[in-house]
């Protein structure tokens, strides 16, 4: 079994592992690359890299549909969904310039507050903003939202996340020594890691390496306090068997809401910034770079 494991984030429904891997083994080998003094790095081979793939929980079984519906702001669904949303609004109006803010310069955090019940035109407004932020305006509309609703999913569906950290599973095997999330992905890969049961059933599993990649753990409310095992005083448990956890996030990830872990999860987390330029949310951005394949290179070492 493959000594490092990737685990993707949203909207990668339409693909699959060996898809996934296709673009992530290089994008690994080269961060690792980039990280040797020397230039080369350790060997990685076919069978040292794969990929969980868990995208086929949130479509129909069997199915790899290769149409999104028509989403508009009519269809993010008020509460989670809104909120989440919102949260990357306020995130991207702060990192980037060219984004116009909810509070639009003139009625201050206040005014951002009492209208938070009109969320139908705030929405709308937010949607229209995160075109001008330059992740996410190459993002379709509709795939924003359907990336919003696999977050909620993940969190409320019954059985979802169980599906999901199967799938993790399924790719961990005896060998695995890392194992790297993205995104969504990171929470993921945080509770398999954290799931005494699941441990329990593959005693085989000694992974002593985690890396996160533009993760959400930290935000509260949304994510962090809805982690299971449920986190205690504020503070979230420590994965099993873990003892290097490296978290590397883009000073202007909108989606890494939270860029410092450990803070919530305990000093130990070693928190990283990058700067992937225009594509601070790309999984490929984040494993070429030098400090994610030195997080990796030393996890293998352990």
Same mark, same amino acid.
């Not at 129909?60 to 009519?74: F, H, K, Q, S, V």
């Not at 890494?256 to 990058?274: C, M, Q, T, W, Y």
């Given at each position: 079994?493959?000594?490092?494991?990737?685990?993707?984030?949203?909207?990668?429904?339409?693909?699959?592992?060996?898809?996934?891997?296709?673009?992530?083994?290089?994008?690994?080998?080269?961060?690792?690359?980039?990280?040797?003094?020397?230039?080369?790095?350790?060997?990685?081979?076919?069978?040292?890299?794969?990929?969980?793939?868990?995208?086929?929980?949130?479509?129909?079984?069997?199915?790899?549909?290769?149409?999104?519906?028509?989403?508009?702001?009519?269809?993010?669904?008020?509460?989670?969904?809104?909120?989440?949303?919102?949260?990357?609004?306020?995130?991207?109006?702060?990192?980037? *310039? #060219?984004?116009?803010? /909810?509070?639009?310069? $003139?009625? =201050?955090?206040?005014?951002?507050?009492?209208? &938070?019940?009109?969320? !139908?035109?705030?929405?709308?407004?937010?949607?229209?903003?995160?075109?001008?932020?330059?992740?996410?305006?190459?993002?379709?509309?509709?795939?924003?939202?359907?990336?919003?609703?696999?977050?909620?999913?993940?969190?409320?569906?019954?059985?979802?996340?169980?599906?999901?950290?199967?799938?993790?599973?399924?790719?961990?095997?005896?060998?695995?020594?890392?194992?790297?999330?993205?995104?969504?992905?990171?929470?993921?890969?945080?509770?398999?890691?954290?799931?005494?049961?699941?441990?329990?059933?593959? *005693? #085989?599993?000694?992974? /002593?390496?985690?890396? $996160?990649? =533009?993760?959400?753990?930290?935000?509260?409310? &949304?994510?962090?306090? !809805?982690?299971?095992?449920?986190?205690?005083?504020?503070?979230?448990?420590?994965?099993?068997?873990?003892?290097?956890?490296?978290?590397?996030?883009?000073?202007?990830?909108?989606?890494?809401?939270?860029?410092?872990?450990?803070?919530?999860?305990?000093?130990?987390?070693?928190?990283?910034?990058?700067?992937?330029?225009?594509?601070?949310?790309?999984?490929?951005?984040?494993?070429?770079?030098?400090?994610?394949?030195?997080?990796?290179?030393?996890?293998?070492?352990?």
């Amino acid at each position: 079994m493959a000594r490092i494991v990737v685990v993707h984030g949203i909207a990668q429904q339409f693909k699959g592992a060996q898809t996934l891997l296709a673009s992530v083994a290089p994008a690994l080998r080269d961060g690792v690359t980039a990280a040797s003094a020397d230039g080369t790095g350790p060997d990685l081979g076919d069978d040292d890299i794969a990929c969980a793939f868990y995208g086929d929980a949130f479509v129909r079984p069997g199915t790899r549909a290769t149409t999104l519906p028509a989403y508009d702001e009519a269809d993010v669904e008020s509460d989670y969904e809104s909120e989440l949303l919102l949260e990357w609004w306020l995130e991207a109006a702060r990192v980037c *310039p #060219e984004v116009l803010g /909810p509070d639009a310069r $003139t009625r =201050g955090v206040a005014g951002y507050a009492a209208s &938070l019940p009109l969320k !139908r035109p705030l929405v709308r407004r937010a949607l229209n903003a995160l075109t001008h932020a330059p992740y996410f305006a190459r993002v379709a509309e509709p795939l924003l939202i359907f990336g919003l609703k696999q977050v909620r999913r993940y969190f409320t569906e019954p059985g979802l996340r169980e599906r999901v950290q199967e799938a993790v599973a399924r790719a961990i095997g005896p060998d695995t020594r890392v194992l790297v999330g993205h995104s969504l992905g990171t929470v993921a890969a945080y509770e398999v890691l954290c799931n005494e049961a699941l441990r329990a059933s593959h *005693p #085989e599993w000694k992974i /002593p390496a985690l890396v $996160t990649l =533009g993760s959400p753990l930290g935000l509260r409310g &949304l994510v962090f306090d !809805r982690l299971l095992p449920t986190p205690l005083s504020g503070s979230g448990s420590w994965p099993l068997g873990v003892r290097a956890w490296t978290n590397v996030a883009d000073a202007g990830d909108i989606v890494a809401l939270v860029k410092d872990l450990a803070p919530r999860f305990g000093s130990g987390v070693d928190d990283r910034e990058i700067d992937n330029g225009v594509e601070m949310h790309s999984m490929d951005r984040y494993l070429t770079a030098p400090v994610t394949g030195k997080a990796i290179a030393d996890g293998l070492a352990l």
